[in-house]
């Protein structure tokens, strides 16, 4: 299938393994110019040499933990432009619903009834 992705810049966020590795891979492989991010190098530059081995040419890897203001700027910096976004960041704690606040970045929602 071609998705006519030719000179379309990507940033997929947390895609060293997983759904968002996947992503990455089919962006490349249909020829759009892929970043990939992570905040451990190692596991990005096996990314990367797995998304090249699977025919993805145009693809690098920004080590950045974009779940930060550091890092987001460290992205903003290394891609000022993107055609296309996938954020599959994974920022999470486990905890009941009815105790999310919004100093954890999410609205407090209440059960009304």
């Known amino acids: 299938m071609d998705m006519m992705l030719h ?3 990507a940033l997929v ?7 968002g590795l996947e992503i990455a ?3 490349a492989t249909e ?9 451990d190098q190692t596991k990005l530059d096996r990314a990367v040499a797995s998304i090249r081995a699977s025919g993805g040419a145009a693809i690098r890897g ?6 930060t203001a550091e890092g ?7 891609v000022p432009h993107v055609d296309i976004l996938v954020n599959n960041l994974g920022i999470y704690e486990i905890k009941a ?8 970045g999410v609205p407090t929602l209440r059960p009304t009834c």
């Open 62 to 67: 920004v080590r950045a933990d974009a779940a």
């Open 97 to 104: 619903f009815t105790d999310i606040t919004t100093k954890t």
């Open 13 to 19: 966020t947390g895609s060293t393994a997983g759904i």
């Open 72 to 78: 987001a700027g460290i992205l903003r910096r290394a």
């Open 31 to 39: 020829h759009a110019e892929v970043i990939v991010t992570g905040r």
């Open 25 to 27: 891979r089919k962006l």
């Open 7 to 9: 000179s379309k810049i």
